[in-house]
């Protein structure tokens, strides 16, 4: 299985639980690896053979930006199955970054893996 990944892609949201972050816009950092095959694409050289990965990023940017989540596992499973379903992908892994929401931390979120990894 070869990996394709997108890493720190920053959207604003509205994300949180408390009243005041229901009414603020805030960042969410975004990890994505997604299993594809590249075999064909290395041969061909050609990104009609691959994952295109500034399409999965366009999409997400545009869903992330217009949704009012509650928690980042929500955001993080809703994000995992819209590549899984409109990009065809097997297996990803997810992780949704909300910097600032814990003083002292650097940033929490969460980690998640959907789909079948296979070799």
Same mark, same amino acid.
């Given at each position: ?6 890493? !720190? ?23 994505? !690896? ?42 993080? !499973? ?7 379903? !409109? ?33």
């Amino acid at each position: 299985m070869d990996i394709i990944f997108l890493n !720190e892609l920053k959207v604003d949201t509205i994300i949180g639980i408390w009243e005041w972050e229901r009414r603020i816009r805030q960042t969410v950092v975004i990890d994505l !690896e997604m299993s594809a095959d590249i075999a064909k694409a290395a041969a061909t050289d050609e990104v009609a053979d691959t994952l295109n990965y500034k399409s999965v990023a366009k999409r997400i940017q545009e869903f992330v930006a217009e949704s009012s989540f509650q928690l980042v596992e929500t955001l993080a !499973e809703k994000i995992a199955a819209i590549v899984r379903d !409109e990009f065809d992908v097997r297996w990803v892994r997810v992780r949704v970054n909300k910097p600032g929401a814990i003083r002292g931390s650097k940033d929490v979120g969460v980690l998640i893996e959907r789909g079948e990894r296979t070799a």
